[in-house]
Every structure is written in structure tokens, then in C-alpha cells.
């Protein structure tokens, strides 16, 4: 029953947004729009909160970065071995390994977070958005560029396009922006710091109606086996090597995560994959294929997420 309580209200808020857009209560590009007021407002806002009401030093915690970082890269390996036996071109194999290592952390990883680990959510979100914008998500768009025809950057022109991209989200500004008032230990006047704490408060329930939301009427054509495989890796593969990347810590000198980070690690690696994942695929054509992926990952969280629960907690 803990286990459901933290469980049901994040699959209830998503079935929420499903049944409103299926409805016609409200339409898809409505759910964009909310997408959008979260990606650009509400999460900036709860990063830099869940950064600048902290010490700087309470911030950054070295083995949660390593262990992410280790663990995204080596499913991206294994991942790209892996697909490059089952996929029939690069594409296919770009989006794959795309699907199986970037996590929805902001739209249902911190809501899960937040029922889970309410004293740590937002700093364990600020920790995975470090590592995702910077390390995991930009390896992936850069897969996906090189398996496209034509002419391509260069590896150096595309991490230089990644980094500009990056330095430009609302995300990681506010992140940023939480971290220099954390460093400096510059007040935040009474006002503004319940404006922030407002718009953050926003972000939770509002992302797992988009996620819901978005779910109507995605474009399910593609090979079913296939994306079965992705969402195999995502829910499976990835916290498998985030567990593993945690093995490593002693031999790098890194001192062990306290029980709640450990276990915040683990379920944020096992979250599905980003919601804008078919938009990114749809580049290649293959939109219909990081549909279904994306529909059978975040069916089947439910199960995986709610053992992980029972094991870690």
C-alpha cells in the first residue's frame, strides 16, 4: 500500500491528461502550451529554488554526478553494440540509444521524487538535469545527426551547437542562477522567494497532465518488437548500469551516497524516456517507432518503478 500511495497519484494525474485531451476538454496543442509553461517557467524556477535555498556544498555531490554520468555513458555503449546487431540502418540505431538513456526527469521523475523523497526532490532534479543537458542528451542528438544523409558538422562544430543550445534553456539558466546565489550567499528578498516557491509548485502536477496528454493520438506505426527493445533498455539497462557505475565509486576515491541519494539515483536512471522524444525521432522519420516506445516504457514503469520502490525503500 506505501508503495501504491506513491505510485497511484503520478499514473492517475498521467490517465488525468489522457481522458481531458481524449475528451476534446482540452486539445493537444493545449498540452504544448503547458509543456511549454513547465519547460520555460516552472521548472527554471524550481531548479534555481531547490539550488539557491541551499549551501553550495550541500549542492553538488560528487559520486550522485559521477555514478549518473558513468552509468548514462555505459548504456550508451551497450546500448549502441547492442542496437547495432538489431537495428536495420543508423537511424534507427541513433534513436534507440536516444530512447534508452535520456529519462523523463523533469515531467515525472521529479513528481516521483517529490511523493518519494520530498527533502531532496528538487536537488536530485538540478543533479540529473546537470548530467542530461550537458553529457547524455547531446551525444544522442549527435548520433542522430551523423546517421542522417548529407553533409554533417563536424564532432567539434555539433558540441559547440549542443553547447550553445544548452546555455540557452530556461532549465539550465535558472540552474545557474540558483548556483551563483548558493555560492555567494546572496539573500533573496521575502517576495521573490514566494513567487519562485509558487511558480515552482506549479511544475509537478501540471507535467504528469502533459505527459498524459500527449499520449492521444501519437503515431502508432513502427515496429512493435523493436521498440519493445528500447523500452527494454531504458527501464532495464539503464538503472543497471547506474547500479554499477555505483560499484565504481570507491576505486575513484568517492566517498558512498547516503541511502535516499542512492535510491534517488536508481529510480531516476528506471524513469521512461523524455517527452519530446518522438518530436527528436520525427527528424528521421521514425516518430511513429519513439511512440510506441515512449507508450510501452511509461505503461510498463509502472511495474518496474513500483519493485524498484519496494526494494529501495
Known amino acids: 500500500?506505501?508503495?501504491?500511495?506513491?505510485?497511484?497519484?503520478?499514473?492517475?494525474?498521467?490517465?488525468?491528461?489522457?481522458?481531458?485531451?481524449?475528451?476534446?476538454?482540452?486539445?493537444?496543442?493545449d498540452m504544448?502550451?503547458?509543456?511549454?509553461?513547465?519547460?520555460?517557467?516552472?521548472?527554471?524556477?524550481?531548479?534555481?529554488?531547490?539550488?539557491a535555498s541551499r549551501d553550495i556544498a550541500d549542492v553538488f555531490h560528487p559520486g550522485y554526478l559521477a555514478s549518473y554520468t558513468i552509468g548514462g555513458l555505459a548504456t550508451i555503449a551497450v546500448a549502441f553494440v547492442w542496437f547495432s546487431v538489431t537495428a536495420r540502418d543508423k537511424s534507427r540505431r541513433a534513436v534507440a540509444?536516444?530512447?534508452?538513456?535520456?529519462?523523463?526527469?523533469?515531467?515525472i521523475g521529479y513528481p516521483l521524487m517529490l511523493l518519494t523523497f520530498p527533502e531532496i526532490a528538487g536537488m536530485v532534479l538540478a543533479l540529473n538535469f546537470l548530467v542530461e543537458l550537458v553529457v547524455l542528451i547531446p551525444i544522442g542528438l549527435m548520433l542522430m545527426d551523423?546517421?542522417?544523409?548529407?553533409?554533417?558538422?563536424?564532432?567539434?562544430?555539433?558540441?559547440?551547437?549542443?553547447?550553445?543550445?544548452?546555455?540557452?534553456?530556461?532549465?539550465?539558466?535558472?540552474?545557474?542562477?540558483?548556483l551563483v546565489v548558493s555560492a555567494f550567499g546572496v539573500p533573496i528578498p521575502g517576495a521573490?522567494?514566494?513567487?519562485?516557491?509558487?511558480?515552482?509548485a506549479s511544475a509537478s502536477a501540471l507535467s504528469l497532465i502533459v505527459i498524459g496528454g500527449?499520449?492521444?493520438?501519437?503515431?502508432?506505426?513502427?515496429?512493435?518488437?523493436?521498440?519493445?527493445?528500447?523500452?527494454?533498455?531504458?527501464?532495464?539497462?539503464?538503472?543497471?548500469m547506474v547500479f554499477l557505475a555505483v560499484l565504481v565509486l570507491p576505486l575513484l576515491g568517492l566517498a558512498p551516497m547516503s541511502h535516499d541519494l542512492f535510491a534517488a539515483l536508481i529510480l531516476s536512471a528506471a524513469i521512461s524516456m523524455f517527452g519530446v522524444y518522438p518530436v527528436l525521432a520525427q527528424e528521421?522519420?521514425?516518430?511513429?517507432?519513439?511512440?510506441?516506445?515512449?507508450?510501452?516504457?511509461?505503461?510498463a514503469a509502472f511495474f518496474t518503478l513500483s519493485g524498484l520502490l519496494l526494494l529501495l525503500t
Open 1 to 29: 500500500m506505501s508503495i501504491l500511495t506513491i505510485i497511484f497519484p503520478i499514473y492517475a494525474a498521467i490517465a488525468i491528461g489522457y481522458i481531458v485531451v481524449r475528451k476534446g476538454w482540452f486539445s493537444p496543442a
Open 284 to 299: 528521421s522519420g521514425l516518430e511513429g517507432l519513439a511512440s510506441i516506445a515512449m507508450l510501452m516504457a511509461t505503461s
Open 32 to 51: 504544448r502550451s503547458f509543456g511549454k509553461y513547465v519547460m520555460n517557467i516552472a521548472l527554471p524556477a524550481l531548479l534555481f529554488n531547490a539550488v
Open 192 to 200: 521573490l522567494d514566494h513567487l519562485v516557491r509558487i511558480v515552482a
Open 146 to 178: 551523423s546517421a542522417r544523409d548529407g553533409d554533417h558538422d563536424t564532432v567539434l562544430q555539433q558540441v559547440v551547437s549542443n553547447l550553445a543550445s544548452v546555455l540557452r534553456r530556461p532549465m539550465f539558466i535558472g540552474l545557474m542562477l540558483g
Open 97 to 107: 540509444v536516444l530512447g534508452s538513456t535520456c529519462p523523463n526527469s523533469g515531467f
Open 214 to 240: 500527449s499520449l492521444v493520438d501519437l503515431p502508432l506505426k513502427g515496429n512493435r518488437l523493436f521498440a519493445a527493445q528500447i523500452t527494454a533498455a531504458k527501464l532495464l539497462l539503464h538503472p543497471t
